[in-house]
């Protein structure tokens, strides 16, 4: 069966850093993407960043953490890591990985993914 766990999340202040991590396993494709998006209270899934695997390397960002967010994976391709710099309290909100099935470029559309990991909490406050 498949799974997608994340962690790393945690308080930090403003200016800090997290390094996220998303474990996966028991993904039966040749070729998928995995994305992170991220959940405000009272707020609707944001698409923060997604890159593909096994496929051409395809890696996109939301505007509000270009240049602050680098997304990575490992030679493996077990883990899929989101270091964050610069955070801001705008980013706060808990983080989800989660996996779609994909040939060509990732996208950061929350509907297009359909296996979800349970999340992990990021806060940021001083």
């Known amino acids: 069966q498949w799974q997608l766990v994340e962690s790393g999340g945690g308080l930090v202040q403003p200016g800090g850093s997290l390094r996220l991590s998303c474990t996966v396993s028991g993904l039966e494709f040749d070729y998928y993407a995995i994305g992170w998006f991220r959940q405000a209270p009272g707020k609707a899934h944001e698409g923060v960043s997604c890159?593909?695997?096994?496929?051409?390397?395809?890696?996109n960002y939301a505007n509000s953490v270009k240049g602050r967010f680098t997304i990575s994976r490992d030679r493996d391709k077990t883990t899929v890591s989101l270091q964050m710099d610069s955070l801001e309290p705008e980013d706060t909100g808990v983080y989800y990985c989660?996996?779609?099935?994909?040939?060509?470029?990732?996208?950061?559309?929350?509907?297009?993914?359909?296996?979800w990991g349970q999340g992990t909490q990021v806060t940021v406050s001083s």
């Open positions: 890159l593909t695997v096994n496929g051409g390397l395809s890696i």
């Open positions: 989660a996996a779609v099935r994909l040939f060509g470029p990732c996208t950061l559309s929350p509907s297009h993914y359909a296996y």
